[in-house]
Structures are given as C-alpha cells and as structure tokens.
C-alpha cells in the first residue's frame, strides 16, 4: 500500500519537511556518529515478548501454551498464515484464536515484529477490522512495519487523527508519500502539502494514480473540473478516504471483505447494511444476533434475491414466536435452502437450534430441525437423552460425542465424507508422521495451520487428508473443534449437493 521509492529520495523530501535525511531513512542512518555519547539501549523485561507476542486472548482463556509459535520459522509461518482458507466455520474460528492468542512469536526483534505484521494482515483479509486494530493498540506502532498497518486500519474505520499525530511527531515511522501528504493537509498546512507533493512527484516516489488523487484532494478547482478517474480494483483505505473526499465513494460490495465493516452503519441504505452483515457472518465476525437484528429491522420494500430470504426469515421468526407447529415446520422448510444458498446455516442454527429442539416437529422439518442441532455450539447437548431416529441421526450423534460411527452407518447414510470422519475418529487414528514431528519439536501453530489446509484438501475428495486432519486435530486437544468440523463438512456439502 506504500508507493515505490526510488533511492534518494528521502534525501530531496526530507529537504521539504525540514527535516535531516537520517530521520526520514530511519535505520538506513550512518552508523558513524560525531557524538561521543554511547548508542541509546532499549530494554524490556525478559517474561514481556515484545510486540510479536501481544494478543487479544490469553493462554488461560484460549487454552493454548504460551510457546504456540516459538520453534517454527518465521517464513514459514507466514506462508501458512496467509494460505490458510478455513473450510468450514469451526476452522475459521480456530484460526482467527490463533490470530489472536497471546503468544511468544517465533523469534523476537525484527522477526517477531514481522510475525505480528503477518496476524494483522490476516485478521484484516477476514474482515477482523477491530480486533486487528485493538491488536495493533495493544502491541504499539513504533516500528514501521506495525505503523503502516496501524494507519491502514485507522484510515479504513475513519479514524485518520492519531496516526496522522504520530507521523507528524515522528516521521520516520513511514516513507508513504501520499499518507505524508494526506495527514499535512488534515492539519491545515496545505500549502506544505502542496510542496511536498510536488516534490515527491519530480523525484518519481509517488505513482501517478495517487498523484492525481491527491492533486484534486489538495486542489478543490481541480477535483471539480479535472477529467475523472478510473479507481482501482483493490484500493487501499487510503485511497478510499480520498475517493469518498472527493464526493465518489467507493460502493464496499466489489471490494476486500474488510471493507464491508463501512456499510453496518446503514448510511448506504438498509440493503447494503444487510448484505455487508452477510458477508461478515459468513466470515465469522459478526454476531448472529446482530444479523438477525438486521435481518428483522423492516419489512422488505422489493423481492427477489436478497430481499427473499430476509422475507423468509422474519415468517420464520413470526412463527417461531407465534405459530403452530405446522406453521413453524413449513417456514423452516422455505427458510432453510435461503440460508444454506447464502452460506448462513451455521449462524442461523446458533440462532435456533434450542427453540427448534422444543417444538418437536415433523417429517422434513423435524430433519432440518436435527441438523440445526448439530451445527450449533450446543451439538452434544442437544444430540443427549434420545435416540437416533435414522442412520443419518444415527451418524452424527456417534460424531457428537467423539465416537467413530459404526461400518454399516457409512453404507446406509448418503452424508458425504462419512467415510473419511470414520477414519479421523477411528480409536487408532493418529497424526501423519511428519506432524507428529513437529508436535515433538513444539511447532503446535505450525501443526494446526497444516492440518486446516489437510481438511481443505479431505474435503475436495481426498479422503486421507481429512482422516489425517481429524486425528491431528483431537492429538492437540481441540476435540470440540474436530467434532464440530466433522459434523459440519458433512451436513454443509449435503446442502451444497442438493443446491
């Protein structure tokens, strides 16, 4: 999101800001000083990992061990940071504790600052926005590599104000020419925003794009009569708050999942607040409350597409609330292929599924009704005290509660990778070799993230993978994650097979 720079410029710019070359180069300083006073030493406490080690969630809260990260490499973990592609809700919610854990980084120092750097990247791709930013608050931004991040999610939440702050007390926390020039004029130093631009532009450190977008945000003449321009594909936030300066906002729904976040205000008309809650519910980081807040806060004006299933839902809800049991068995049964089509059964059953339980409905509904169960948090709560009423129940309650199904239960259900759950919950079942290695060198980060691109790859059809997945899973201790990822790949893709 930072403009390329050609060497030397930092040198002609900081002649504009007024400022010495070593202060806008930072560590690119010469090491020969004319002082004869020793270099400053920073210390810490040695139990304090520094920035690559702050998290949101602590060891006793997450119940993972403090040294999650230590012995893997840094590059390495990056890699597997940025490749993981959660396939089903309960790995998106391992990977966003992960994120988020407390935990000494791989290495401290620029490695571990760089470790940080590489969570707060992926919790922002998730759409994670204030939890990256609390997470950012709590490490501190005095490095230039959590600084530029810092004011990406600043800028993207339209809170420019302490960055701005920041960079104006201490420039060398970032050679982005264009946020120099933004934060400037925020100030009410235009014409120093001016100058600075201008500069930047004859030593070629700012690319044209940004260039224009900054002419016409300095120069109101110009953002009124210059030719239009084309926005990007992936605009930074800096580049958004430009756009929205210039009276054209950007429309969220094109754009990266975090921006999405923008349209919960409902500025932009209810549908888009609605459609930005979907996306992020599928995400994971949105309550389910607060989707259906949304979801119930009118009556739908039009129909068709997303309007249709915020109809369905609100009879369901009327009765649920209201309705008889047949009446509740005909709106779950309209209701259900709405959400399952937008990827929301996992919110909605968290929703419902205790108040679907009570009703005791019947035939198709009664089988909706199950499913619900099972996909909820509460799937081993709701899955005791009865008996299975066919194979299909039969199969996921010996999954509810950790068991590996009988052999005739794979024959006689039609849920797919019944096969592989088997063997991933099978009482011999184990890591592949090469993960129980890395669990013996204390790489248990390393092996989870591994094992979620196993599941992604057992649920394309590779049946061994997901068996491994499964086995490495409930090997670390996350049986409730093993069982709740089992349950789901399964009741999800019979949905998405009927579609």
């Not at 925020?186 to 030593?203: F, P, S």
């Not at 389910?288 to 839902?313: E, I």
């Not at 096969?419 to 790489?443: M, Y």
Request: proline residues 9%; contains cysteine; glycine residues 8%.
């Amino acid at each position: 999101m930072t403009d390329p720079a050609p060497a030397g410029w930092a040198a002609g710019l900081a002649l504009v800001l007024g400022l010495s070359a070593a202060g806008m180069a930072g560590a690119q300083s010469d090491p020969i000083t004319q002082s004869a006073r020793p270099p400053a030493v920073s210390a810490q406490p040695l139990a304090q990992p520094g920035p690559g080690g702050a998290g949101l969630l602590p060891a006793r809260v997450t119940g993972l061990p403090e040294t999650l990260w230590q012995n893997s490499d840094p590059e390495r973990l990056r890699a597997l940071m940025q490749a993981a592609q959660p396939r089903v809700p309960a790995l998106r919610d391992l990977l966003r504790t992960l994120l988020l854990a407390e935990a000494s980084p791989p290495e401290h120092g620029p490695e571990g600052v760089l470790h940080l750097a590489a969570r707060l990247d992926r919790l922002l791709e998730g759409g994670a926005v204030e939890e990256a930013l609390a997470l950012s608050d709590i490490a501190g931004h005095d490095a230039p590599e959590l600084f530029g991040r810092w004011a990406d999610l600043s800028l993207l939440l339209g809170r420019p104000d302490l960055p701005c702050a920041t960079l104006r007390a201490r420039p060398a926390l970032s050679q982005d020419v264009a946020l120099r020039v933004f934060c400037t004029a925020r100030a009410g130093d235009w014409r120093q925003a001016d100058l600075v631009l201008a500069t930047a532009q004859a030593l070629g450190a700012v690319s044209p794009r940004r260039a224009a977008l900054l002419e016409r945000f300095l120069d109101a003449d110009l953002a009124e009569t210059g030719p239009a321009i084309l926005p990007p594909v992936r605009p930074s936030p800096l580049e958004f708050r430009l756009f929205e300066a210039l009276g054209e906002p950007l429309p969220t729904a094109p754009l990266p999942l975090a921006y999405s976040v923008l349209d919960l205000s409902g500025d932009n008309g209810w549908r888009a607040q609605i459609e930005a809650a979907e996306r992020l519910a599928r995400a994971g980081v949105l309550p389910p409350n607060r989707l259906l807040g949304l979801y119930t806060l009118r009556r739908p004006a039009a129909s068709g597409g997303v309007w249709d299933r915020v109809a369905a839902l609100q009879t369901f809800e009327s009765a649920m609330k209201r309705g008889t049991r047949d009446r509740i068995g005909a709106a779950l049964v309209a209701l259900w292929p709405q959400m399952a089509s937008a990827g929301l059964l996992v919110p909605f059953s968290e929703l419902f599924a205790d108040q679907l339980a009570e009703r005791r409905l019947k035939g198709r509904a009664a089988v909706l009704a199950r499913r619900a169960g099972y996909l909820s948090a509460g799937y081993e709560t709701l899955s005791a005290g009865r008996g299975p009423l066919d194979p299909e129940d039969d199969l996921l309650m010996a999954l509810a509660r950790g068991a590996a199904p009988a052999p005739d239960l794979l024959t006689r259900s039609a849920l797919p990778h019944a096969e592989a759950v088997a063997l991933g919950f099978a009482p011999t079942a184990s890591p592949p070799p090469v993960l129980q290695d890395q669990l013996q060198q204390g790489r248990m980060g390393e092996v989870m993230l591994r094992a979620m691109a196993l599941f992604a790859s057992g649920a394309q059809g590779n049946n061994r993978d997901l068996a491994d997945a499964l086995a490495t899973l409930r090997a670390v201790g996350l049986e409730d994650t093993a069982r709740r990822a089992a349950l789901q790949v399964m009741l999800l893709d019979a949905d998405r097979a009927l579609r």
